[in-house]
Nanobody
Framework: QVHLVESGGGLVQAGGSLRLSCAAS????????MTWFRQVPGKEREFVAA????????FYADSLKGRFTISRDNTKNTMYLQMNSLRPDDAAVYYC???????????????????WGQGTQVTVSS
C-alpha cells in the first residue's frame, strides 16, 4: 500500500495560481499512474489530470487543458498540479490517487485507483 499526502491547497483570488503536491511513500515503485481528482460537496468526484509514473505522459480533463499542468518528480516520489487562472468553479477538495504496478495504467475513473490521499481544500474567491 502507498501512503499519499497532499499539500498546497488554500485560498486564492480568482485569476491566481496554486501548486498542489502529492507525496507518495510506503513502497518502492517505478511505474504506474498518479492522478488528481476533485470533489465539491453534493457532486461526484471529477477527474482533473493524470500522469504516467515512468513515462511522464500527462492527461487532462478537456475543460482544464491549458490552465492546469501535472508533473512528477520520480526522485522525490512526488506529483504536482500547477493551477493557473483559477476560477471560483475550480474550488473543491483536491485528492491525489495512485495505482502502481508493472505498467503505466492511466485512467480517468476513480474506481481504478488503489490508494488515496486525504485531500486538500482549494478555495477561490471572486
Amino acid at each position: 500500500q502507498v501512503h499519499l499526502v497532499e499539500s498546497g491547497g488554500g485560498l486564492v483570488q480568482a485569476g491566481g495560481s496554486l501548486r498542489l503536491s502529492c507525496a507518495a511513500s510506503g513502497r518502492k515503485f517505478s511505474s504506474g499512474a498518479m492522478t488528481w481528482f476533485r470533489q465539491v460537496p453534493g457532486k461526484e468526484r471529477e477527474f482533473v489530470a493524470a500522469i504516467g509514473w515512468s513515462t511522464g505522459d500527462a492527461f487532462y480533463a478537456d475543460s482544464l487543458k491549458g490552465r492546469f499542468t501535472i508533473s512528477r518528480d520520480n526522485t522525490k516520489n512526488t506529483m504536482y498540479l500547477q493551477m493557473n487562472s483559477l476560477r471560483p468553479d475550480d474550488a473543491a477538495v483536491y485528492y491525489c490517487a495512485a495505482k502502481f504496478g508493472e505498467v503505466d495504467y492511466v485512467s480517468h475513473r476513480d474506481d481504478e485507483y488503489d490508494d488515496w490521499g486525504q485531500g486538500t481544500q482549494v478555495t477561490v474567491s471572486s
